[in-house]
């Protein structure tokens, strides 16, 4: 079995270690201490008196701070150990560790501690194999500061550690030679600044010097406000309220402001998405705008800042498209890859004017209607005249950069995930049916921005004809009437591609599919062989590329169900969505923790404890909020001019739930809702 790896994180900087707190570079997993996609520390090993440290326990304060309580040498030790070794870790824009050493004896402990520390400024690009750097070293034991730099042109990463204590500096590490009393202690802090430095060495983003135990007051003061601007939740299902408290926690953990940037938006997860995401941030701010809706003007700000307005096949930027991924790491910053700046997504564009017509809705916030109208209408204008790439009228995509990009540019982005159900791969320029509904709900929503906000009845009406005639022309290209089900994508030439997934279930929360359809949709997707009772599987079994533990071809994602329940709820298909709500937020409370990325596609009666996935990201920002979104879907909130709609349906077993200060237009208002077993099978009255 894998040793269990810790974090702690703040924004876009993270460390990874071992269960004893040590960071030692392993090719599966990126430890280490990383920020801005460059890790600044790939060695952090404690040894007292040459010995390594086993753990007895941790802490696990907040998502920034934790506490390895540990002894000296192996497990055989613990029942007579004279000597413990406290390491009290925190994050922010830096890294501080106290190591505290007590004597339990009678007699003075005379003892040798030791860090050894590196860093080989590895590109989270290249985790499995990192290039060889040559890394200069400053070493000085008078200021107690080791200084580790790395420099390719203008690219320039700093590791500045210094120490409280007296200890020996030298240029693999820092040791200290100590006396500690008869039942006493000896402590030293150690911080480590992560520096960015420019042309001609400026400082871009240097570490913060404030004193640990301030910055830590700070950082608790930063999310207990964050808690209390979001609702409250009161709920008979004792195991609820953890879940609901600790999604909250990671979307704070998640938060950060990117260089030369103030307001902070969601990055995508640990540990693979530390970095800004435009879909997973635009889909996370969809999900918690009843909870956290400070989330999003920042982040529609952001993606309106960085929107495409050039022709650039690299990195397939074209005006008007909004950004698919921002990277700053070296591969980046010298093309090595093309992320530094790159727009490889074909659902990001609609996505945008879906999240500021429903943040308005939610908000009243017309102003920021206004300042983002020109982003906006050339987001609406790039769905016609490049994404309609074949000139068909649906929205495609098609990787143009030279030197590869991603095969799929949809939220199932892995190379496997658009695939035919006997596993023939599709051709390229392939329309993926739940851009279709994206689309569609974008034209809808531009229509009404038009004609409510920018003055423009023009621009409404033909943003209204386009989109009836997308619904029209959808529904006669996309249904397939022997399955009685839409086909997941069409090909250029137009032959659909017939397997039956998940996405569907997006084409209900777009309300791109007619009435008269989605009954047939909904039981597919509550079928068994989509339905795990844990969630939604990304493709049905039965088929040929079906596979459990495939990420985009048989896994449950609490983000595609968390769309596809509220998808549900808007066809009046209530029981269904309450079916699966139920089944995440049980498997969130079995896992108690943070929610994963994915789970296996087992059925629920195969296996009566969620399984993750090896490579799954947790937290990841689109899965928390997923959790959040659930619970919005089950007491269907609802805006409704300057009121709030409540319309709960719960599942068996709820009880009562109440969510209290629910944030809007309205003020706060108070929304509750008990299970139908509680209410002789009647829904609640709506409040």
């Known amino acids: 079995m894998k040793q269990e790896l810790v974090s702690v994180l703040a924004g876009n900087a993270f460390a990874v270690s071992d269960a004893q707190g040590d960071m030692e570079v392993d090719p599966r997993a990126p430890v280490g201490l990383i920020s801005f996609d460059t890790r600044f520390l790939s060695r952090w090993v404690l040894t007292v008196d040459g010995q390594r440290l086993c753990a007895l326990s941790r802490d696990d304060m907040t998502y920034f701070e934790t506490r390895f309580f540990l002894v000296p040498g192996s497990a055989s030790h613990y029942v007579d150990a004279d000597v413990s070794v406290i390491r009290h870790r925190s994050i922010n824009d830096s890294f501080n560790e106290r190591i505290t050493v007590l004597n339990h004896s009678a007699e003075p402990a005379d003892l040798v501690v030791r860090m050894d520390i590196g860093s080989d400024f590895a590109d989270t690009a290249e985790i499995r194999h990192p290039a060889p750097r040559e890394t200069i070293v400053q070493a000085s034991s008078a200021d107690g500061v080791l200084r580790l730099c790395y420099r390719r042109e203008s690219f320039h990463r700093e590791t500045v550690v210094s120490t409280t204590a007296p200890g020996e500096v030298d240029d693999r590490g820092i040791t200290y030679r100590i006396t500690v009393p008869a039942r006493g202690q000896w402590n030293t802090d150690l911080h480590v600044g992560m520096n960015i430095l420019g042309e001609a060495g400026r400082d871009l983003r240097s570490s913060l010097e404030s004193h ?383 929610m994963p990325e994915a789970i296996a596609g087992y059925s629920r009666t195969v296996t009566r404890y969620p399984v993750q996935l090896p490579m799954a990201g947790r937290p990841q920002a689109w899965s928390s909020g997923a959790l959040l979104m659930l619970l919005g879907t089950l007491l269907g909130l609802r805006p409704c001019g300057e009121n709030l709609l409540v319309d709960p349906v719960l599942p068996e077993g709820f009880g009562r739930i109440e969510l209290l200060d629910v944030p809007g237009r309205w003020g706060r208002s108070d929304a509750y809702g008990r299970d139908r077993a509680t209410t002789g099978g009647r829904r609640p009255r709506m409040r």
């Open 212 to 594: 640990r135990r301030q910055v830590r007051h700070d950082m608790r003061i930063d999310l207990r406000g964050w808690r209390e601007r979001a609702p409250q939740l009161v709920a008979e299902r004792t195991t609820l309220r953890p879940v609901y408290e600790g999604a909250l926690a990671d979307l704070a953990a998640l938060r950060y402001a990117p260089l030369a940037y103030t307001g902070r938006v969601p990055i995508g997860g640990l540990p693979w998405a530390m970095t800004i995401y435009g879909r997973d941030a635009l889909v996370t701010c969809l999900q918690t705008l009843a909870f956290t809706p400070e989330l999003t003007p920042p982040t529609l700000r952001l993606l309106a800042q960085d929107q495409g307005s050039r022709l650039d096949d690299e990195h397939e930027e074209e005006p008007g498209k909004i950004l698919g991924e921002i990277r700053y790491g070296e591969s980046a910053a010298f093309g090595d890859l093309p992320t530094a700046i790159s727009y490889a997504a074909a659902d990001t564009t609609p996505l945008f004017v879906i999240l500021l017509d429903e943040y308005e809705r939610w908000s009243g916030d017309a102003d920021l209607v206004r300042e983002l109208r020109d982003p906006a209408r050339e987001a609406l204008d790039w769905l016609d005249e490049y994404g309609d790439a074949a000139g068909d009228g649906y929205l495609r995509y098609q990787p143009r950069s030279p030197r590869g990009g991603p095969v799929n540019q949809g939220w199932k982005n892995s190379p496997d995930a658009i695939v035919h159900r006997d596993g023939r791969v599709p051709g390229p320029s392939r329309a993926t049916c739940e851009l279709q509904g994206y689309a569609y709900d974008a034209k809808v929503r531009g229509a009404r921005l038009a004609r409510e906000f920018w003055d423009d009845p023009v621009l409404a009406d033909r943003l209204d004809r386009q989109a009836a005639a997308l619904k029209e022309r959808f529904n006669r290209d996309f249904w397939l009437p022997e399955r009685e089900y839409y086909a997941l994508a069409l090909e250029r030439d137009g032959t659909p591609v017939e397997t039956l997934t998940s996405n569907i279930g997006h084409l209900l929360w777009s309300g791109i599919v007619t009435e008269d359809r989605s009954a047939a949709v909904a039981g597919h997707l509550l079928g068994p062989q989509m339905f795990s009772g844990w969630g939604v599987r990304t493709l049905a079994g039965g088929q040929l590329p079906y596979n459990p533990v495939g990420a985009h071809v048989g896994a449950v994602w609490p983000s595609d169900n968390s769309v596809i329940a509220a998808g549900l709820r808007r066809y009046h298909h209530d029981d269904e969505a309450a079916r699966i709500a139920d089944g995440l937020l049980a498997a969130a409370e079995l896992l108690a923790g943070p």
